[in-house]
């Protein structure tokens, strides 16, 4: 499996932006579906951001619209830009891979980031 290595992260205001890095080991890395998921205290790992390794990008409904996933293949990395960051975005967010295949539910994917926390004050 990809071992996933996470940068970024904080604490940041309401309004403001921040951005998530994860860099994956590997030479195979444009055959992963790259997904960003998040868990709130309290509360399940939900889903954020999945980029298909064939193409496709979905988003949650949550934060359609403020957060945009992108990838770099030479690099290997996924980033999260996250703007407009609202008070309910606080959570740990965990980059993930799924090699050859596509899903929105956390227990799909194999390969995990260790978590960074997100934290939005008002």
């Known amino acids: 499996q990809v071992q996933l290595v996470k940068s970024g992260g904080g604490l940041v205001q309401a309004g403001g932006s921040l951005r998530l890095s994860c860099a994956a080991s590997?030479?195979?890395?444009?055959?992963?579906?790259m997904g960003w998921f998040r868990q709130a205290p309290g509360k399940e790992r939900e889903f954020v951001v999945v980029?298909?390794?064939?193409?496709?990008?979905y988003y949650a409904d949550s934060v359609k619209g403020r957060f945009t996933i992108s990838r770099d293949n030479v690099k290997n990395t996924v980033y999260l830009q996250m703007n407009s960051l609202k008070l309910e975005d606080t959570a740990v967010y965990y980059c993930?891979?799924?090699?050859?295949?596509?899903?929105?539910?956390?227990?799909?994917?194999?390969?995990w980031g260790q978590g960074t926390q997100v934290t939005v004050s008002s």
């Open positions: 590997g030479r195979t890395f444009n055959l992963y579906t």
């Open positions: 980029d298909r390794w064939s193409g496709g990008t």
């Open positions: 993930a891979a799924l090699r050859l295949g596509w899903s929105m539910n956390p227990a799909d994917f194999r390969s």
